[in-house]
Each structure stands twice: as C-alpha cells, then as structure tokens.
C-alpha cells in the first residue's frame, strides 16, 4: 500500500513537470496569451466545468478571487437552466474539461461567441511538441494528452477551419506554425493530432496533458485535475504579481479567519472613545491614578487637545517612586510624563504593532493619525486574539 502511496505521488509529480516545462517552453506564448487575456478583463472571470474538472473549477475561481482578480464559478447545467445571464461582454471564460467534450460545456459556445466573450480553455488535448515534431509524452496512450496553444509573432493561435470537421466537432488538426525563439532556432512545434471541440473553439488552449492518471485503472481523474489545478495556481499568481497585488491587499480580501486575525489591522483592534484612558498635562498625579486604574490598561495618554505629548505608565510610576516617594503625588501628568512615546499608525499590521513591542519591551503602543493626533491605544493584551502571541 505504502508502494502505491508513493506511486500516485510520483506521477502526480512527473505531471506537473512536464507541465512546468511547456509553460517554460512550448507553452510560454499561449500561456502569456492567458495570461493577458485575464489581466485586460473589464468583467469577470467566468470559470465552468464539469465534475471533477468542475470541482477544479471552483477552487481557481476563488483563488483568482482571492487575489485581486474577480472571478465566479459558473456550472454549466445551471447556465443551460438561465444562469448565462452571469456572463456579459468584458467577461473572460476559462472552461475547463479533460476530453474536451463535454457536453454541458459545448451547449454554451453559441452563447459565449454571440456575447463575443473571450475563451481561455484548460483541456486533455496534447497539442505542444518539441522542435523534432516528438510527442510531449512519447509515454503516454493516444486516449492521453492536453492542449496548449501557443501565438506565433503578435498572432495568437488559431485553428484552421479547414482542419476541423463540421461546426467544429472533434478531428480538427492542430497547427505547425515555425515558432522559433529569439536566437532564431526552431523553438516549439504542434503535434499534428486530432483536438477537442473546446480547444477547437477557444481564443487559448492551454495544454493539461498528462502521460498517465495516477489511478490503477487509469480512470479516476487524478494526475489530470492536479495539473488543472497547478496551472490554474500559475494564471492566478502571475496575474497578482502583474497587478501588482500586496499584503496589505490580501489582507483586505481576508477579513474572517485565522488568516484575517494573523492580518488585521491596528485600528480594528484599539481602544477608543470612553475606552481610551487619557489626561492633561496639567492634572494631578492622584487622577492620572486613577484614570489608569479605571481604565486597566497600566497607562495613560496626555494630550493637549487631540495631540498627543507624552504617556505615563505603571512603570514610570514605580521608578519615581522609588526615587521621589511620596512627593510623586504633588506631581503633575506633565511632570511625570515620558516624551515621545512609541506610536504607530492605525493602517499598520498587528504584527507590526507586535514587533515593535519585542523590539522596544513594552506593553502597548499609541495609535496617533498622520499629524500626531492621538486616535486609540493598542494593548499587548489586545493581540492575543489575533493568535499572534
């Protein structure tokens, strides 16, 4: 068992590869294409499949979602049943299907050409070769294989009507352009096999190929829907790095969970209003007690107006104390203060907020605006809940 463990793992890994290497290589033009496609997208990203293709699907849906590019899943027997009304012009439609020949996907073509929608499609359909016009999976049985389509110049690829059987139906061929890459040598060809109606039909195939499913039958999607998956990571990341997209970014896109408390932000987590202990500098030391202890947070802001001018804290009670005695309580809250505490900015991460604590072996921080208004107070107490302690 352990053997076969192991077995499914290795060919999972060879997949994606082989797929590493076509995005590197023979698929780099098509790949870009997507890539382009997706970035100038004035909509949305319309993601449909079927079954487990369709599982697949959801995930890439979300995660483009997650990272800066709005995207939906889109099942293709809803929309069949009135849900194509979710794609309009200035969509994109990534479909993806192993054969290539799903039926529920090929009933939307019509639609998605009349909306004249863009079609990026992830298919089994081996369509990338070598140089030498070798299979990309000399390996692999001919019911293998997936689709890549690569442009050639500033041309984006397309298939020969000539090539295809009527209206598009299987037995299309794919083409042989030169490709040639930027030394002149010959760079990538098209195996010259029959491809799925999909691929036929989309601005983008993208090659999914795989010399074998992982399953011992060679039947369970397996191999094929991890690289689905893997290349649908690839478009989703190299799209958040062309948008330029940041934590920050990411963090606003996650506000619940254990990856929303690991990125929330300062003000989400500070004391403000009646909760905010705060004098003047002009108050006597047995307020400035008694502000702190009402407020239990072993510290007070002192403020003029909204400005923030100094903090006083359990510690530097203790230590004049120790050096005054009792004479600290003729004192003032401006006598006793400590100028020019360490603040930080609202916007900033907890963990930002955390790290400065370590660095400086405090308890809390001030949160002041821009031009040094004082806005809240954040406590050490108050990033437990984030998990970060």
Known sequence: MKNTGENVVRIEAEALRALADRIGGSMAEAFQHAVDLLYGCAGRVVVTGMGKSGLIARKIAATLSSTGTPALYLHPVEALHGDLGMVVRGDVVLALSASGETEEILALLATIKRLRVPLIAMTGDEICGDASGRDSHPSKGPKGGAASSVRSGNRSPHFSRKGRARNGAPGAKTPLPAATDAGGGARATYTNKAISTLAAAAEVALDCSIAQEACALGLA?????????????????????????????????HPGGKLGKRLARVESLMHTGEALPRVKPSTKMPDVIYEMSRKKLGVTAVVEGERLVGIVSDGDLRRLLEKRGKDVMDLTAG???????????????????????????????MVVDGVGRLRGIVHLHDLWSTELV
């Not at 829907?225 to 970014?249: C, I, K, N, P």
């Not at 006598?335 to 072996?361: C, Q, Y």
């Open 221 to 253: 999607p397996t191999a094929s829907t991890t690289t689905m998956l893997a290349l649908g990571d690839a478009l989703a990341v190299t799209l958040s790095e062309r948008r330029g997209f940041q934590e920050e970014d990411f963090a606003n896109l």
């Open 335 to 365: 006598e006793a203060m400590t100028r020019d505490p360490k603040t930080i900015s609202g916007g900033e991460f907890a963990a930002t907020a955390l790290a400065l604590m370590e660095e400086k072996k405090i308890t809390s921080l």
